[in-house]
């Protein structure tokens, strides 16, 4: 089932529950949805990988608005950001552990034939792809960093 309709359905759901929390997540994550579908040079649905890079985009966006609400002491708009990140995150992949991110790295590390930090481009450029959404961009870099010193 395609990201667009497990939301619709969920969208349902919440109604149904009367959860306006979690409904008005879902109805940002449609229309982020239809937004990315119908932009100039789209032609219908989202492939998988788009639909992990949308949502990992506003997963990151809800986290850093909720950090400056926090900053400035705004609990109120911190708390409707992380309950908005929460349901996001629902519909991304597992997040790996730094012991299955190392081993994922060192296997890609091993298909590229990369051997020295001069390599980390070739490495970055394989695993931003494979592990978009399951790591984060600076916990990926830091890991081939380390592995490739």
């Given at each position: 089932?395609?990201?667009?309709?497990?939301?619709?359905?969920?969208?349902?759901?919440?109604?149904?529950?009367q959860?306006?929390?979690?409904?008005?997540?879902?109805?940002a994550i449609?229309s982020?949805?239809?937004?990315a579908?119908?932009?100039?040079?789209?032609?219908?649905e989202?492939?998988?990988?788009?639909?992990?890079?949308?949502?990992v985009k506003?997963?990151?966006q809800?986290?850093?608005s909720?950090?400056?609400?926090?900053?400035?002491?705004?609990?109120?708009?911190?708390?409707?950001?992380?309950?908005?990140?929460?349901?996001?995150?629902?519909?991304?992949?597992?997040?790996?552990?730094?012991?299955?991110?190392?081993?994922?790295?060192q296997?890609i590390?091993?298909?590229?034939?990369?051997?020295?930090?001069?390599d980390?481009g070739?490495?970055?450029?394989?695993?931003?792809?494979e592990?978009?959404?399951?790591?984060?961009?600076?916990q990926?870099?830091?890991?081939?960093?380390e592995?490739?010193?």
């Amino acid at each position: 089932m395609s990201l667009k309709k497990r939301i619709e359905e969920d969208i349902k759901n919440a109604m149904k529950a009367q959860d306006k929390d979690r409904l008005r997540a879902l109805r940002a994550i449609k229309s982020l949805i239809l937004l990315a579908e119908t932009a100039e040079g789209r032609s219908g649905e989202l492939t998988p990988e788009e639909e992990i890079r949308l949502l990992v985009k506003a997963a990151k966006q809800r986290k850093d608005s909720a950090d400056i609400y926090g900053q400035q002491g705004r609990t109120d708009l911190q708390a409707v950001e992380l309950g908005e990140l929460a349901v996001i995150e629902e519909y991304l992949p597992k997040k790996l552990s730094q012991d299955e991110l190392k081993a994922r790295l060192q296997e890609i590390i091993q298909r590229v034939g990369a051997a020295s930090a001069k390599d980390m481009g070739k490495v970055m450029g394989v695993a931003t792809k494979e592990l978009e959404g399951q790591a984060d961009g600076k916990q990926i870099a830091a890991m081939v960093k380390e592995l490739l010193s």
